[in-house]
């Protein structure tokens, strides 16, 4: 059992828990561990979702703008979007908005493909 960092609550959790009122990671002998504020809380979790669909939907959308012949060298920067998208969605509660920037990276990977790497 260990204590809060901030506000010297009682902490009853496993190895590593999360004070309400600070949103400190604090490990099991009180001293603080990681300085995660906005991913531990579900409500955060669920902004993470959001801001990963709205990414990979704008991903996407640049995706399918970049099948069009001699626009396929925009694909490296759909790619580098839809890694920071997934990485983004990977730290929500859903999974959705992660998935959606999967289908953006594979379509824009396999049109760099298709087109050489260039085209």
């Known amino acids: 059992m260990g204590t809060c960092f901030l506000c010297r609550t009682n902490l009853r959790y496993s190895l ?10 604090t490990s099991y002998n009180g001293e603080v ?4 504020y906005a991913i531990i809380n579900l409500k955060h979790k669920l902004v993470m ?9 704008i991903t996407l959308f640049l995706a399918i703008i970049c099948l069009i ?5 925009g694909n490296w920067g759909v790619i580098i979007l839809a890694i920071i998208g997934t990485i983004i969605g990977a730290f929500s509660s859903k999974k959705s908005g992660m ?16 087109g050489g790497g260039i085209i």
């Open 99 to 114: 998935y959606l920037n999967i289908v953006a990276l594979l379509l824009a990977f396999f049109r760099l493909i298709f």
């Open 49 to 57: 979702n959001l801001l990963s669909k709205i990414w990979g939907i």
């Open 33 to 36: 561990g990681l300085y995660f």
């Open 69 to 73: 012949p001699f626009l396929g060298w």
């Open 16 to 25: 590593i828990s999360v004070c309400k009122i600070s949103n400190l990671s």
